[in-house]
């Protein structure tokens, strides 16, 4: 004797189009390293590197529409480097499309910092994708 299954619950996730942007915001994880260049550099430069960072950051759904969903730093437990994963810290965001990507990693390409720019004491690398179908609040 065999038990058929129970009916399901909600309607499953729609299949995956191919196309992240069809289905709405793109959902991307920025991730972000510090470089062996921040820890080299001496305290006064440490010091304008970690300034420039908030305001650089800052205000990311004024400037580029994008909805910050939550921010993860692991400068308490992690030390040293951060080449690739696991990295220092991670934003992850829905943001509108690729364009966009772009724009906010560049944040790090063009960003001041005394008399060079972010990305020499900053990585930072974004993976897209689109929200998880389980897992939900």
Do not use: H, K, N
């Not at 972000?32 to 001496?42: H, L, S």
């Not at 420039?52 to 909805?67: H, K, N, Q, S």
């Not at 994963?85 to 934003?91: A, D, M, R």
């Not at 965001?93 to 990305?119: E, F, H, M």
Request: proline residues 9%; hydrophobic residues 45%; negative net charge.
């Amino acid at each position: 004797m065999t038990t058929a299954d129970p009916a399901p619950t909600s309607a499953p996730a729609p299949a995956p189009t191919g196309d992240p942007s069809a289905e709405g915001p793109l959902r991307t994880l920025f991730c972000i390293g510090v470089t062996q260049d921040f820890f080299a550099a001496d305290d006064d430069r440490r010091a304008a590197v970690a300034a420039a960072i908030p305001p650089a950051f800052d205000r990311l759904g004024e400037r580029f529409g994008v909805t910050v969903l939550g921010t993860l730093d692991d400068d308490r437990l992690m030390v040293g480097a951060a080449t690739a994963w696991p990295w220092t810290s991670y934003v992850l965001a829905d943001v509108p499309d690729l364009d966009t990507v772009a724009a906010v990693c560049g944040i790090v390409r063009d960003t001041p910092v005394g008399d060079g720019r972010l990305w020499r004491y900053l990585r930072i690398e974004a993976r897209v994708g689109r929200p998880l179908f389980f897992a939900t609040a």
